[in-house]
């Protein structure tokens, strides 16, 4: 085991947006270096086949992020557990492809409830259960995914950026880290092809989840303690082409 996976061992989680792609990858990654992950998802449990040593490492609770009600019960649940965690990975979000009805002001409450409430949420009621050097990270989305008639999704995320950078300038005294991770296209999708007609390396091909994991095992680490308020962009240059 190596100097980044002992720090892991032993320590508390808490990980958002499990169901799938980027959150399912960082909740087992976690989980895989002998955390103990405090999984968060709609429904509760997930349709996937988990180990014995990781189903040992994983709670699951049934919270709907974009709810202050049902984020503020789950912070009501895990009471003890303030001043014990180390780090949240906030992943909370949706996305459809672009059609010029996503435009339209109902579609602008819509994500902004979902992908822009659901981690104000989250980071508004469970920052102060983090104990000193901990870390949060918010999943945005890179800024060169944006396009035309996708105006709801692309203000929601933008918002995040702020998001990240003012609980970031709220907790820097109090010894807790904030910083977002801002992905391109990633490879979860099953028709990622018409949905990302981007120009992405042809050697190593989309983003996988786990790379993005990856990266917020290194920000929860102690290893990235000089970056603190810092949205990053990993979308292998995507703005590049």
């Not at 100097?3 to 508390?12: A, N, P, S």
């Not at 503020?72 to 303030?82: E, L, P």
Request: some cysteine; hydrophobic content about 35%; proline content about 3%.
């Amino acid at each position: 085991m190596g100097l980044l996976e002992e720090y892991f061992k032993g320590k508390t989680f808490i990980v958002s947006g499990v169901g799938r792609g980027q959150g399912l990858a960082t909740l087992r990654l976690l989980a895989g270096m002998e955390a103990n992950v405090i999984a968060l998802s709609r429904s509760g449990s997930l349709d996937v086949e988990f180990s014995q040593k990781e189903k040992e490492r994983i709670k699951f609770f049934k919270v709907d992020a974009s709810s202050e009600q049902d984020v503020k019960g789950f912070a009501q649940k895990i009471s003890d557990y303030r001043n014990k965690i180390s780090g949240i990975v906030s992943n909370a979000g949706i996305w459809e492809p672009a059609d010029e009805k996503l435009s339209s002001p109902e579609n602008m409450e819509k994500f902004f409830r979902s992908n822009t409430m659901s981690q104000y949420n989250i980071l508004y009621h469970i920052l102060p259960f983090l104990g000193d050097n901990g870390s949060a990270i918010i999943i945005g989305a890179s800024r060169n995914l944006f396009g035309g008639n996708h105006s709801a999704y692309t203000v929601s995320k933008f918002a995040l950026e702020e998001v990240t950078r003012s609980f970031a300038s709220e907790y820097f005294h109090k010894g807790v880290r904030v910083n977002s991770i801002l992905p391109g296209g990633v490879s979860k999708d099953d028709n990622f092809g018409k949905i990302y007609p981007f120009n992405f390396p042809k050697k190593d091909g989309p983003i996988e989840s786990l790379q993005i994991a990856y990266i917020s095992s290194f920000l929860l680490s102690p290893r990235s303690s000089a970056i603190n308020g810092q949205c990053i962009t990993a979308d292998k240059g995507m703005g590049l082409s």
